[in-house]
């Protein structure tokens, strides 16, 4: 048998695409049922990436928590924590570990449930025109580790070539007085200067 010549195996790595059907080639996926249809089909309706943080238990790292919280598999006797979780239904299209791992939960292409009652720039309902990213990380303080930043930055730099991102926003910014991540340890302004934009697209 013949083997494939290394311009061969170089072609076929060009010719994978990064985004398939709204999933991002460079993330692990994990598929969850909490999503919805975008009420609309328009690609170009996708114009804003809610950032948020989360951590289960609250300042806890390292664990799968997250992960099966999102797939309706959290063990709720596990921690007092999860009480208050019992029945509760959300998901998030990109997860960032402490570690920069990304995890994909939700097709860019429908609809995740991350940001809740919310709005933006005259515009409510948020999810419906958002993507939404989870950081590992506490609200209150905690600061974000390097890799976070840059896996963050390359998945955003991503987001804009694929679709018209105008607007990177918190949840902090979407639902004040309601929701608080990322909160203070979030560095807006190594955000800003990592992707290279205007002050236009940030809060």
């Excluded at 991002?24 to 598929?31: E, N, P, T, V």
């Excluded at 958002?130 to 950081?135: A, C, P, Q, T, Y």
Aim: net charge negative.
């Amino acid at each position: 048998m013949r083997l494939p010549s290394t311009q061969q195996i170089q072609t076929s790595r060009q010719a994978l695409p990064t985004w398939d059907r709204g999933w991002y080639r460079f993330a692990k996926h994990i598929s969850s049922p909490n999503f919805g249809v975008r009420p609309s089909a328009d690609i170009s309706d996708i114009s804003l990436v809610v950032v948020h943080s989360i951590s289960l238990p609250p300042n806890e790292f390292g664990g799968d928590q997250i992960e099966r919280f999102f797939n309706n598999d959290l063990d709720h006797s596990e921690h007092p924590y999860f009480k208050d979780l019992e029945g509760v239904k959300v998901s998030s299209h990109f997860l960032i570990k402490r570690n920069g791992h990304l995890i994909q939960f939700v097709s860019c292409l429908d609809r995740a449930w991350h940001a809740g009652v919310s709005g933006y720039k005259g515009r409510d309902n948020c999810n419906d025109y958002s993507i939404g990213i989870e950081l590992e990380g506490a609200e209150f303080g905690g600061k974000f580790e390097d890799i976070q930043y840059e896996t963050l930055t390359s998945l955003c730099s991503s987001l804009i070539c694929e679709f018209p991102i105008a607007h990177f926003a918190g949840h902090e910014h979407v639902a004040p007085g309601r929701k608080k991540d990322p909160g203070a340890g979030f560095t807006w302004d190594l955000f800003q200067k990592s992707l290279g934009l205007s002050d236009s697209f940030f809060p």
